[in-house]
């Protein structure tokens, strides 16, 4: 006897392909979109009216602090996962930096398995490479790729001895990501400057010079090994010449704090913009904007890094660097293309399916048949004022608290379902599942169509 098929159909919506928007109706069958040109009288078990609003591709953030094991104070998977869900985040991707660090498989089983029972949507957890792990890094399978902290951050991973990093970059498969800060000009700067409490002072510890050297290195790195490689949080505009100079293993992401935040802000914000890399210029935040549009940068993501206000109200500098963004994300993008800056097309190409290609991120990333009906329905023209008071992030607080955007998500979808609506809340049943990685497919510029269906 074959199981019933549950369809929905999506009713009434601006459906964001990755080139247009086309008014009509999605239909989904168990989870998978089957047909994106359905009739509106198509039959179905449940009818979603969309009211003409835009249906996304749920986001895909491929760079999130989520603190567990070890550190759920700050947060956890549970409550950071409901934030992306509020946020139109449909899956995660997680950083190795918790406590203890995930640099072994058992490591980031034990964190997919915490995930299995906690996490509201759907997740992938990357492993983090030390300067001895590399038969770890080399036995890991179905995870995203390494993480390597070339320069340190929170927490004590680093590795930035070139005899390792020839070793983990000759020696592995998985594609690798890296936090690029050279650490010898940070430790330099730090010195010249010690003593300060000036917040200011930051931006001209993590300089500019730090971050190019650590991005030239890895591209070196990753050029002459063949390697596939990503660039994390781009954060300045000297930077973007080196990615230029695209080879078919590169890519790069920005981060919404590094184009919407700058040096200026600190007397307005202090620590709460305390961040690694280190905020810049405004003539940074418009070139990695650019950049963006233009495709030398490739992916959105939010770096979400959440500390207590409390932490945060430390004298600089002992007040940590981090902040928490995935609720606020989507919105704030949602925002610019409102303003005309962009079109949603474009923001859904960045920050779903890019994460989705660059990763190997099987069945997800963009709405089309035979992907899996992870969606996010948007109202461009609804008017919201965040505010710390209403954050889901456990650490309870946004650095863009006060601030009013046009554009946010209404209902977000995992497999059809749906798992949060500004006017229901949260579902009781969890959706999120473990992403399936496929690396053989060769990654952002070698799937110019997409990872493809299942
Ligand atoms: O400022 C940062 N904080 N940057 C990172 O990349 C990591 C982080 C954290 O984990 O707190």
């Not at 890019?354 to 992907?371: D, E, L, M």
Request: glycine share 6%.
């Amino acid at each position: 006897m074959s199981t019933p098929k549950l369809r929905t159909l999506f009713n009434n919506a601006s459906i964001v392909l990755t080139d247009e928007v086309r008014k009509g109706s999605l239909l989904v069958e168990n989870g998978e979109i089957i047909e994106i040109d359905a009739s509106s009288s198509s039959s179905a078990d449940v009818v979603v009216d969309c009211k003409g609003h835009h249906l996304m591709p749920g986001v895909i953030d491929d760079q999130v602090h989520f603190r567990e094991p070890g550190l759920t104070h700050k947060e956890d998977l549970y409550c950071a996962s409901r934030a992306c869900a509020a946020g139109g985040i449909t899956a995660f991707l997680e950083m190795p930096n918790t406590k203890p660090p995930a640099v072994t498989r058992d490591g980031v089983l034990a964190k997919e398995a915490i995930a299995a029972n906690q996490s509201h949507v759907h997740y992938g957890f990357y492993i983090g490479a030390t300067p001895d792990n590399l038969d770890e890094l080399k036995a890991a399978e179905n995870v995203p790729g390494i993480k390597i902290f070339i320069g340190s951050s929170t927490g004590n991973l680093l590795v930035d001895q070139q005899e390792a990093l020839e070793k983990i970059f000759a020696e592995t498969t998985l594609p690798i990501c890296a936090h690029c800060e050279d650490e010898t000009t940070v430790r330099q700067n730090a010195e010249r400057l010690s003593g300060t409490t000036d917040i200011r002072d930051h931006s001209r510890i993590r300089d500019e010079k730090a971050a190019v050297i650590a991005t030239t290195r890895s591209i070196d790195l990753a050029t002459r090994h063949q390697h596939r490689f990503h660039v994390l949080h781009v954060s300045t505009a000297a930077e973007i010449p080196i990615l230029a100079q695209q080879t078919p293993y590169i890519t790069a992401e920005v981060c919404p704090h590094h184009l919407f935040f700058n040096v200026d802000d600190y007397e307005r914000l202090g620590s709460r913009i305390q961040m690694n890399p280190s905020i810049k210029t405004e003539a940074d935040n418009h070139a990695l904007w650019k950049a963006l549009m233009e495709n030398t940068i490739q992916a959105i993501a939010t770096d979400h890094a959440p500390h207590t206000l409390e932490e945060k109200a430390r004298p600089y500098p002992d007040s940590p660097s981090g902040l928490p963004a995935v609720e606020n994300s989507l919105a704030l993008f949602l925002n610019q293309v409102v303003s005309g800056r962009c079109s949603i097309s474009q923001i859904a190409n960045c920050m779903s399916d890019a994460p989705a290609r660059i990763w190997g991120i099987v069945g997800k990333g963009r709405i089309a048949q035979g992907y899996d009906a992870d969606l996010v329905l948007v109202n461009l023209d609804e008017d919201r004022t965040i505010r710390d008071e209403d954050q889901i992030t456990k650490s309870g607080w946004s650095p863009w608290h006060d601030e009013t955007l046009t554009g946010w998500p209404v209902a977000t979808y995992l497999n059809g379902n749906q798992v949060w609506s500004r006017a229901d809340g949260f579902s009781p049943t969890r959706y999120g599942k473990k992403l399936q990685f496929d690396h053989s497919r060769g990654g952002y510029w070698a799937t110019p169509d997409g990872i493809g269906p299942r």
